[in-house]
Protein backbone atom coordinates (compact mmCIF):
# COMPACT_ATOMS: atom_id res chain seq x y z
CA UNK A 1 0.00 0.00 0.00
CA UNK A 2 1.05 3.54 -0.78
CA UNK A 3 -0.78 6.97 0.74
CA UNK A 4 0.61 10.33 1.67
CA UNK A 5 0.10 12.59 4.86
CA UNK A 6 -1.69 16.11 3.65
CA UNK A 7 0.59 19.19 4.15
CA UNK A 8 0.53 21.87 6.44
CA UNK A 9 -1.32 25.00 5.51
CA UNK A 10 1.35 28.02 4.26
CA UNK A 11 -0.13 30.79 5.99
CA UNK A 12 -0.16 34.34 4.71
CA UNK A 13 2.38 37.13 5.94
CA UNK A 14 0.66 39.41 8.29
CA UNK A 15 -1.79 37.03 9.19
CA UNK A 16 -5.37 36.78 8.61
CA UNK A 17 -8.67 38.29 9.87
CA UNK A 18 -11.68 36.24 10.82
CA UNK A 19 -13.73 37.18 8.05
CA UNK A 20 -10.61 36.80 5.85
CA UNK A 21 -9.82 33.41 6.83
CA UNK A 22 -13.56 32.14 6.39
CA UNK A 23 -13.30 34.13 2.53
CA UNK A 24 -9.94 32.50 1.74
CA UNK A 25 -11.20 29.03 2.84
CA UNK A 26 -14.72 29.01 1.35
CA UNK A 27 -13.55 30.29 -1.98
CA UNK A 28 -11.30 27.37 -2.07
CA UNK A 29 -14.23 24.87 -1.43
CA UNK A 30 -14.78 22.14 -4.41
CA UNK A 31 -18.44 21.21 -5.57
CA UNK A 32 -17.15 18.99 -8.19
CA UNK A 33 -18.88 16.35 -9.65
CA UNK A 34 -16.00 15.89 -9.56
CA UNK A 35 -13.87 16.82 -7.47
CA UNK A 36 -13.53 17.33 -3.58
CA UNK A 37 -11.43 19.76 -1.95
CA UNK A 38 -11.56 22.17 0.93
CA UNK A 39 -9.71 25.42 0.86
CA UNK A 40 -6.63 25.87 3.32
CA UNK A 41 -6.65 30.08 3.68
CA UNK A 42 -4.85 30.54 6.93
CA UNK A 43 -5.90 28.96 10.07
CA UNK A 44 -4.52 31.95 12.56
CA UNK A 45 -7.91 33.07 13.23
CA UNK A 46 -9.58 30.18 14.21
CA UNK A 47 -9.78 30.81 17.88
CA UNK A 48 -11.20 34.11 16.95
CA UNK A 49 -14.17 32.85 14.39
CA UNK A 50 -15.02 30.15 17.75
CA UNK A 51 -18.45 32.01 18.35
CA UNK A 52 -19.04 32.70 14.88
CA UNK A 53 -18.68 28.76 14.07
CA UNK A 54 -21.45 28.15 17.05
CA UNK A 55 -23.71 31.32 16.04
CA UNK A 56 -23.68 30.15 12.08
CA UNK A 57 -26.12 28.00 10.20
CA UNK A 58 -25.06 27.04 7.18
CA UNK A 59 -27.39 23.82 7.34
CA UNK A 60 -30.42 26.09 6.69
CA UNK A 61 -28.59 27.83 3.87
CA UNK A 62 -28.08 24.11 1.90
CA UNK A 63 -31.91 23.20 2.84
CA UNK A 64 -32.66 26.47 0.98
CA UNK A 65 -30.93 25.59 -1.82
CA UNK A 66 -32.74 21.58 -2.12
CA UNK A 67 -35.64 23.62 -1.62
CA UNK A 68 -35.63 25.75 -4.56
CA UNK A 69 -35.04 22.48 -6.54
CA UNK A 70 -38.49 21.17 -5.00
CA UNK A 71 -36.32 19.76 -2.31
CA UNK A 72 -34.34 17.13 -3.71
CA UNK A 73 -31.00 17.31 -3.08
CA UNK A 74 -29.39 15.82 -6.46
CA UNK A 75 -32.06 17.68 -8.35
CA UNK A 76 -29.97 21.18 -6.55
CA UNK A 77 -26.83 19.52 -7.88
CA UNK A 78 -28.19 19.00 -11.70
CA UNK A 79 -29.23 22.49 -11.64
CA UNK A 80 -25.92 24.38 -10.26
CA UNK A 81 -23.70 21.69 -12.82
CA UNK A 82 -25.93 22.53 -15.88
CA UNK A 83 -25.75 26.41 -14.97
CA UNK A 84 -23.46 28.56 -13.18
CA UNK A 85 -21.67 25.57 -11.57
CA UNK A 86 -20.28 24.32 -15.14
CA UNK A 87 -19.20 27.77 -15.99
CA UNK A 88 -16.96 28.04 -13.08
CA UNK A 89 -15.90 24.33 -13.64
CA UNK A 90 -15.21 24.23 -17.28
CA UNK A 91 -12.93 27.25 -16.55
CA UNK A 92 -11.07 25.38 -13.79
CA UNK A 93 -10.76 22.36 -15.67
CA UNK A 94 -9.77 23.90 -18.88
CA UNK A 95 -6.66 25.78 -19.85
CA UNK A 96 -7.58 29.34 -19.42
CA UNK A 97 -5.65 31.78 -17.49
CA UNK A 98 -8.48 33.43 -16.37
CA UNK A 99 -8.28 31.69 -12.82
CA UNK A 100 -8.02 32.85 -9.57
CA UNK A 101 -5.10 31.75 -7.27
CA UNK A 102 -7.71 29.18 -5.71
CA UNK A 103 -8.99 27.97 -8.81
CA UNK A 104 -5.71 27.47 -10.13
CA UNK A 105 -4.38 25.48 -7.21
CA UNK A 106 -8.02 23.34 -7.25
CA UNK A 107 -7.10 22.63 -11.02
CA UNK A 108 -3.53 21.60 -9.80
CA UNK A 109 -4.38 18.89 -7.35
CA UNK A 110 -6.98 17.48 -9.43
CA UNK A 111 -4.09 16.67 -11.95
CA UNK A 112 -2.43 15.33 -9.40
CA UNK A 113 -5.53 13.16 -8.80
CA UNK A 114 -5.73 12.34 -12.44
CA UNK A 115 -2.04 11.07 -12.84
CA UNK A 116 -1.77 8.68 -9.74
CA UNK A 117 -5.02 6.71 -11.47
CA UNK A 118 -3.41 6.68 -14.64
CA UNK A 119 -0.06 5.46 -13.50
CA UNK A 120 -2.05 2.85 -11.30
CA UNK A 121 -3.70 1.45 -14.19
CA UNK A 122 -0.66 1.77 -16.00
CA UNK A 123 1.56 -0.22 -13.45
CA UNK A 124 -0.87 -3.23 -13.13
CA UNK A 125 -0.70 -4.00 -17.35
CA UNK A 126 -3.34 -0.51 -18.87
CA UNK A 127 -6.58 -0.80 -20.12
CA UNK A 128 -6.54 -1.19 -24.17
CA UNK A 129 -9.79 -3.62 -24.83
CA UNK A 130 -11.47 -3.32 -21.38
CA UNK A 131 -14.40 -1.61 -20.31
CA UNK A 132 -14.16 1.29 -17.98
CA UNK A 133 -17.21 2.95 -16.15
CA UNK A 134 -15.91 6.71 -15.70
CA UNK A 135 -18.93 8.13 -13.07
CA UNK A 136 -19.12 11.66 -12.63
CA UNK A 137 -16.96 12.35 -15.96
CA UNK A 138 -16.85 16.11 -15.67
CA UNK A 139 -15.21 17.62 -18.49
CA UNK A 140 -13.85 14.29 -19.26
CA UNK A 141 -10.02 15.00 -17.82
CA UNK A 142 -10.37 11.20 -16.90
CA UNK A 143 -11.99 9.64 -19.52
CA UNK A 144 -9.77 10.94 -22.75
CA UNK A 145 -6.68 9.61 -21.39
CA UNK A 146 -7.95 6.18 -20.56
CA UNK A 147 -9.76 6.32 -23.95
CA UNK A 148 -6.40 7.30 -25.94
CA UNK A 149 -4.61 4.30 -23.84
CA UNK A 150 -7.49 1.85 -26.09
CA UNK A 151 -9.92 1.85 -23.01
CA UNK A 152 -13.70 1.41 -23.95
CA UNK A 153 -14.86 3.69 -21.70
CA UNK A 154 -18.85 4.72 -20.55
CA UNK A 155 -18.33 8.33 -19.28
CA UNK A 156 -21.81 9.59 -17.07
CA UNK A 157 -22.36 12.42 -15.29
CA UNK A 158 -25.38 14.36 -13.97
CA UNK A 159 -24.79 17.25 -16.05
CA UNK A 160 -25.50 17.19 -19.66
CA UNK A 161 -23.73 20.67 -19.76
CA UNK A 162 -20.76 18.58 -18.80
CA UNK A 163 -21.13 15.46 -20.82
CA UNK A 164 -21.29 17.42 -23.34
CA UNK A 165 -18.45 19.36 -23.10
CA UNK A 166 -16.36 16.69 -22.42
CA UNK A 167 -17.04 15.03 -25.80
CA UNK A 168 -16.15 18.14 -27.56
CA UNK A 169 -12.66 17.97 -25.55
CA UNK A 170 -12.35 14.41 -26.54
CA UNK A 171 -12.97 15.36 -30.04
CA UNK A 172 -9.81 17.62 -30.12
CA UNK A 173 -7.71 15.45 -28.06
CA UNK A 174 -8.26 12.37 -30.51
CA UNK A 175 -8.06 14.01 -33.77
CA UNK A 176 -5.85 11.73 -35.91
CA UNK A 177 -5.71 9.06 -33.24
CA UNK A 178 -7.03 5.71 -33.75
CA UNK A 179 -9.15 5.57 -30.27
CA UNK A 180 -12.17 4.25 -29.13
CA UNK A 181 -14.94 7.19 -28.83
CA UNK A 182 -16.72 7.08 -25.12
CA UNK A 183 -20.16 6.93 -24.95
CA UNK A 184 -21.16 10.16 -22.58
CA UNK A 185 -24.34 9.66 -20.80
CA UNK A 186 -26.09 12.77 -18.61
CA UNK A 187 -26.95 10.43 -15.74
CA UNK A 188 -26.35 10.20 -12.01
CA UNK A 189 -24.93 7.74 -9.90
CA UNK A 190 -27.15 5.28 -8.95
CA UNK A 191 -28.82 5.43 -13.12
CA UNK A 192 -25.56 3.95 -14.09
CA UNK A 193 -26.15 0.52 -15.17
CA UNK A 194 -23.95 -2.39 -16.66
CA UNK A 195 -20.83 -4.41 -15.86
CA UNK A 196 -17.52 -2.68 -16.28
CA UNK A 197 -13.86 -4.49 -15.74
CA UNK A 198 -13.14 -1.38 -14.12
CA UNK A 199 -15.35 1.41 -12.76
CA UNK A 200 -13.89 5.28 -11.48
CA UNK A 201 -15.47 7.64 -9.79
CA UNK A 202 -13.67 10.67 -8.48
CA UNK A 203 -14.09 13.53 -6.04
CA UNK A 204 -18.37 13.17 -6.50
CA UNK A 205 -19.12 11.93 -3.09
CA UNK A 206 -18.66 15.27 -2.00
CA UNK A 207 -22.46 15.50 -3.11
CA UNK A 208 -23.83 12.73 -0.91
CA UNK A 209 -24.35 12.31 3.01
CA UNK A 210 -22.56 9.44 4.53
CA UNK A 211 -25.82 7.10 4.60
CA UNK A 212 -26.67 7.33 0.90
CA UNK A 213 -22.44 7.24 0.00
CA UNK A 214 -22.25 4.10 1.26
CA UNK A 215 -25.22 2.78 -1.03
CA UNK A 216 -23.68 4.85 -3.87
CA UNK A 217 -20.05 3.05 -2.97
CA UNK A 218 -21.94 -0.66 -2.94
CA UNK A 219 -23.56 0.02 -6.12
CA UNK A 220 -20.16 0.99 -8.12
CA UNK A 221 -18.80 -2.14 -6.72
CA UNK A 222 -21.82 -4.10 -7.71
CA UNK A 223 -21.32 -2.43 -11.64
CA UNK A 224 -17.55 -3.59 -11.26
CA UNK A 225 -15.73 -6.76 -12.14
CA UNK A 226 -12.22 -6.60 -11.70
CA UNK A 227 -11.39 -2.52 -10.12
CA UNK A 228 -13.08 0.40 -8.16
CA UNK A 229 -11.27 3.83 -8.32
CA UNK A 230 -12.77 6.19 -6.03
CA UNK A 231 -11.53 9.66 -4.61
CA UNK A 232 -13.42 11.87 -1.99
CA UNK A 233 -12.75 14.56 0.84
CA UNK A 234 -11.63 12.90 3.94
CA UNK A 235 -13.15 13.66 6.95
CA UNK A 236 -10.77 14.50 9.70
CA UNK A 237 -10.94 16.86 12.45
CA UNK A 238 -8.66 19.15 10.79
CA UNK A 239 -10.43 19.44 7.66
CA UNK A 240 -14.27 19.54 9.28
CA UNK A 241 -12.95 22.13 11.29
CA UNK A 242 -11.56 24.53 7.91
CA UNK A 243 -15.15 23.41 6.12
CA UNK A 244 -17.02 25.13 8.47
CA UNK A 245 -15.17 28.00 8.95
CA UNK A 246 -15.44 27.98 5.18
CA UNK A 247 -19.22 28.17 5.62
CA UNK A 248 -19.07 31.28 7.68
CA UNK A 249 -18.39 33.46 4.35
CA UNK A 250 -22.00 34.33 2.48
CA UNK A 251 -21.81 34.33 -1.12
CA UNK A 252 -23.41 32.42 -4.12
CA UNK A 253 -20.76 30.01 -4.11
CA UNK A 254 -22.85 27.93 -1.69
CA UNK A 255 -24.98 25.83 -4.46
CA UNK A 256 -24.54 22.62 -3.27
CA UNK A 257 -23.97 20.61 -0.12
CA UNK A 258 -20.40 19.52 0.55
CA UNK A 259 -19.63 16.17 2.56
CA UNK A 260 -16.48 14.80 3.92
CA UNK A 261 -16.02 11.30 4.57
CA UNK A 262 -14.11 9.29 6.76
CA UNK A 263 -11.97 6.34 5.08
CA UNK A 264 -12.70 3.47 7.09
CA UNK A 265 -16.57 4.55 6.95
CA UNK A 266 -15.85 4.18 2.83
CA UNK A 267 -13.48 1.04 3.44
CA UNK A 268 -16.16 -0.10 5.67
CA UNK A 269 -19.41 -0.02 3.17
CA UNK A 270 -16.89 -1.40 0.59
CA UNK A 271 -15.83 -4.83 2.87
CA UNK A 272 -19.89 -5.28 3.40
CA UNK A 273 -20.09 -6.42 -0.18
CA UNK A 274 -16.85 -8.42 -0.40
CA UNK A 275 -14.48 -5.69 -1.47
CA UNK A 276 -10.73 -4.56 -0.62
CA UNK A 277 -8.76 -1.51 -0.47
CA UNK A 278 -5.33 -2.54 -1.87
CA UNK A 279 -3.74 0.88 -2.84
CA UNK A 280 -4.58 4.05 -1.08
CA UNK A 281 -3.12 7.68 -1.78
CA UNK A 282 -3.70 11.17 -0.82
CA UNK A 283 -3.34 14.82 -2.87
CA UNK A 284 -2.88 17.82 -0.70
CA UNK A 285 -2.16 21.41 -2.08
CA UNK A 286 -3.29 24.33 -0.73
CA UNK A 287 -6.62 24.05 -1.43
CA UNK A 288 -7.25 20.55 -2.87
CA UNK A 289 -7.72 17.48 -0.26
CA UNK A 290 -8.79 14.30 -2.06
CA UNK A 291 -8.29 11.07 -0.58
CA UNK A 292 -7.96 8.25 -3.24
CA UNK A 293 -8.57 4.36 -3.14
CA UNK A 294 -8.12 1.05 -5.03
CA UNK A 295 -10.36 -1.65 -3.87
CA UNK A 296 -10.79 -4.93 -5.36
CA UNK A 297 -12.95 -8.52 -4.63
CA UNK A 298 -12.07 -10.16 -1.33
Known sequence: MSGCR??????????????????????????????????????????????????????????????????????????????????RWEKIYGETDEVNKVQLDIRTGHAETIEKVLRWVDEEGGLAGSSVADCGC??????????????????????????????????AAAAGQDAPTPDFS???LEEVAGEYDTVC??????????????????HLASISKDRLIISFAPKTLYYSVLKRIGELAPGPSKATRAYLHAEEDVERALNAVGWKVVKREMTATNFYFSRLLEAVPM
Not at 61 to 67: D, K, L, S
Not at 139 to 163: F, H, K, N, Q
Open 201 to 218: CLDVMIHYPQEKADAMVQ
Open 138 to 171: GTGLLTIPLALRGARVSASDISAAMTAEAAKRFE
Open 186 to 188: PVG
Open 6 to 87: ASSPRRHGGGLTGENAARDVRAGELALGGDAAYAVGGIGAAAALGAALVAADPSRRREQMAEAAGGDEMESVKKYFNGTGFE
